[in-house]
């Protein structure tokens, strides 16, 4: 539901052109080789079944990192770019402060972070 409703709010924004971002590679998550095992859930036998093969198949993990309010660029299949779209994520952490940041959106999708700002409340918070 947060997503729909981030969009309904950024399509009345002024736009925001995407940046430009040549990377050779993105970075792994900290927990992307660990296991995964499903939690105490009410949640379906197939469901769980179906998270830990995505997992094991190479889904983006976010385990072990900060949940923060972000914007990132998007891209669009009718002119290229989608505009600048702020929301919340994953920030992947790196070891050096300067360096480009990297975030994981709720899309499963690993995106170059224009911005990082405070942290953002979880649903477990």
Known sequence: MESV?????????????????????????????????????????????????LFQQGLVDPRGCEYRDISVGT????????????????????ADKESQKFVICWNGLVYPAVTVGEKALSADE
């Not at 971002?21 to 009410?42: D, G, L, R």
């Open 5 to 53: 409703l981030l969009v309904v709010c950024a399509q009345g924004a002024e736009f925001e052109s995407s940046p430009l971002t040549i990377e050779k590679s993105f970075p792994e998550p900290p927990m992307q080789q660990a296991a995964w095992s499903p939690p105490n859930t009410k949640l379906s036998a197939d469901l769980t079944s179906a998270t830990t093969i």
């Open 75 to 94: 891209g669009s299949c009718w002119n290229g770019d989608g505009r600048v779209l702020h929301c919340h994520g994953w920030v992947i952490p790196s």
